[in-house]
């Protein structure tokens, strides 16, 4: 199995810019999560589905971000217009039914670097 | 409300030292308990797990048991590789979710 994919590793985009980040899940997995992690803050739950719904989008930071998920194969999050202080490495991560009690799946993440 | 409260690094030891790395949490109920671990520029991947009060996870000679009467699962390792430098985290289940801990940087000295 090839694991979590993200596309691209890295973006670097100017300020008001829109950046749009993928993420492929572990096939057979029903539930998907993004994660932002910076020095700061942490590693921060941004978003996550379970088949294919959003069940919980508390940790967005603001209607700059938004995520989707058309299919149980690919998940997007984007940011329109980013800013600066949105540079962090931005995981996905996947999981099998009953993540409570089983690991999760990360990514390599996304470096993102707004100037 | 719920958190995971760990050690604050960063936390240097020579080859062969001896580790711990505490972990207390605040939870309802009887969640899950987990140790994920980062390399230097991949993201987090499981170390260890134990799922109810009194198991034991163990991997990779790190190994840290459930305790529900102190509310710690503590990371220990006897004998310590610098291949073990890495950024450590503490975390635990809630609901469908994991919440982790701010985690913990280790070095190793040769």
């Known amino acids: 199995d090839a694991g979590v994919i993200q596309s691209p590793r890295h973006e670097v985009t100017e300020m008001g810019q829109e950046v749009t980040l993928r993420c492929k899940p572990i096939s057979g997995h029903d539930y998907l999560f993004w994660y932002r992690q910076t020095m700061m803050r942490g590693l921060e739950l941004l978003i996550y589905f379970n088949n294919n719904v959003p069940i919980d989008d508390s940790g967005m930071p603001e209607d700059r971000f938004s995520a989707k998920m058309p299919n149980a194969s690919f998940s997007t999050l984007k940011i329109q217009p980013s800013e600066p202080r949105d540079s962090a490495v931005y995981f996905c991560a996947s999981g099998p039914a009953g993540p409570s009690y089983n690991e999760q799946f990360f990514g390599p993440g996304t470096r993102l670097t707004v100037l | ?110």
């Open chain 2, 1 to 110: 409300g719920n958190s995971v409260t760990q050690m604050e690094g960063p936390v240097t030891l020579s080859e062969e030292a001896f580790l711990t790395i505490n972990c207390t949490y605040t939870a309802t109920g009887y969640p899950s308990l987990f140790w994920y671990v980062q390399y230097p520029g991949e993201g987090l991947q499981l170390l260890l797990k134990a799922t109810k009060a009194d198991d034991k996870g163990s991997n990779k000679g790190f190994e840290a048991t459930y305790r529900k009467e102190t509310t710690s699962f503590h990371l220990e390792k006897g004998s310590v590789q610098v291949s073990d430098s890495a950024v450590y985290f503490c975390a635990y289940s809630s609901a469908s979710k994991i919440i982790f801990g701010s985690g913990t940087r280790l070095s190793i000295r040769p």
